[in-house]
């Protein structure tokens, strides 16, 4: 997208105040459908979509040049298991127990790939039973195992994914998964992680998505505060049990066909089903547009963990430091890590603005090549947003009883070089 283009959303960028993100209400649970591929533009996208916090749906136009939509599907449109044995058949992969609750989720296992697909033929061809119960293959690093296979091109649109550029730069994890599942397999209720967007796409198969926009799960908690399992249980009738579920709007529903890829907001707490064998790419991201409501997660989650542990405040000297590491085991990051993701992410940004992009950089995809393509109006506004909760979190009381001097540079000194490279790229 060149920068004329990206241009039309200036104001966006300049006006936008992130407190308008939040819950509302779609029209009779309308789900706008992206037909075209050439029509519609990242402004489009960002203005409609990110910037709002709407779901969308964009068509099978979208990913028909994926390699497994053309090698991973047989002609008829099942999974093709033949193929996938031969790429992938000595893989170890997580599989998940949808017939057993374990907490409020459903328990895993490690299983070979092999050994999970002779189970899924075994169910379609037992009419969908075993005695193993329904197994469901979830959150299957594919991308990070198998880089050189030919699986799928990121959709520019999802593009500014600052969860994986900070994770690939850390080398220790990524947001970027395969799902496989019989008809039936699902998942249970639950919003991403740090109240992330998502992005998921069929590569063959039909799901169905209930969709609750973000703070309608409010309603649907029990009388001690706990979310459901299952939003379609009939327990939820019950208003000793679930007093305010009667105040809960319906939710947003999708059928999801071959091909398609559902975009979820940021917060909206999901429920979703299989309703064929189905093989899907999913990635969770965060940005400039929603960064601020991770800050929110995290600084909820925080005190969470104080309340919990408030009783022995006192006879643990560092009961703050505790708390952080409580919550980084809950949540998988802390609040001297999420200065180090703000970094990375400004660095990279800074980088740019200050350097332009190497011939080298710009032929590899890298996240310095994405900022490129975005857009040099787009690295200001994610520096903008950065400054945002970089200020919130450095005037943060949590924060600063924390041991700081590993931070390097220190937040000060951050905050006023990425104050310094706006100033200069406005210029």
């Not at 999974?79 to 017939?99: M, R, S, T, W, Y």
Request: proline residues 5%; aromatic residues 14%.
């Amino acid at each position: 997208m060149d920068r004329a283009t990206f241009a039309c959303s200036t104001a966006f960028f300049r006006d936008y105040n992130s407190s308008s993100q939040g819950a509302f209400c779609l029209p009779g649970g309308h789900v706008d459908f992206i037909e075209k591929v050439e029509s519609f533009t990242y402004s489009d996208f960002f203005r409609d979509y990110l910037i709002p916090n709407h779901p969308c749906i964009f068509s099978a136009k979208f990913t028909e040049d994926w390699g497994s939509r053309r090698n991973w599907v047989t002609w008829d449109g099942k999974p093709n298991f033949d193929h996938l044995l031969q790429k992938f058949g000595e893989a170890i992969v997580p599989v998940a127990k949808c017939d057993v609750k374990e907490y409020n989720s459903n328990p895993k296992e490690q299983l070979p790939f092999k050994e999970y697909i002779k189970y899924w033929k075994e169910y379609i061809k037992n009419g969908y039973r075993s005695s193993r119960g329904c197994l469901y293959l979830k959150d299957w690093h594919l991308s990070r195992d198998f880089p050189e296979q030919d699986v799928y091109t990121t959709p520019v649109y999802f593009s500014s994914d600052w969860l994986n550029e900070y994770w690939d730069a850390i080398a220790v994890d990524d947001y970027r998964f395969v799902y496989m599942g019989p008809k039936g397999s699902w998942t249970p209720f639950h919003a991403d992680v740090f109240r992330s967007y998502s992005w998921s796409a069929n590569i063959c198969g039909r799901k169905k998505w209930l969709l609750y926009p973000a703070g309608q799960e409010e309603y649907l908690k029990d009388r001690h505060g706990n979310l459901p399992f299952d939003v379609t249980a009939p327990s939820l009738q019950d208003r000793s049990v679930y007093p305010r579920y009667n105040q809960s709007q319906p939710p947003v529903e999708i059928v999801q066909e071959a091909g398609e890829i559902v975009f979820i907001p940021s917060g909206w707490h999901h429920q979703v089903y299989n309703l064929e064998d189905t093989i899907s790419v999913n990635h969770n991201w965060v940005n400039g547009c929603n960064v601020a409501i991770m800050w929110c997660f995290l600084q909820d989650e925080l005190a969470a963990v104080q309340r919990e542990i408030n009783e022995w405040k006192d006879p643990i000297d560092d009961w703050h430091l505790q708390c952080q590491l409580i919550m980084k085991s809950c949540t998988g990051i802390d609040y001297k890590e999420f200065y180090n993701f703000l970094k990375i992410i400004a660095e990279n940004r800074i980088s740019v603005l200050e350097n332009g992009l190497d011939d080298e950089a710009s032929a590899k995809n890298t996240p310095k090549a994405a900022i490129s393509t975005l857009g040099m109006l787009h690295a200001v506004f994610d520096l903008k947003r950065t400054v945002k909760v970089l200020t919130s979190l450095s005037a943060n009381e949590d924060f600063k009883k924390l041991d700081l001097t590993s931070l390097s540079p220190p937040p000060e000194a951050l905050l006023h070089h990425l104050k310094a490279a706006i100033d200069t790229a406005l210029l």
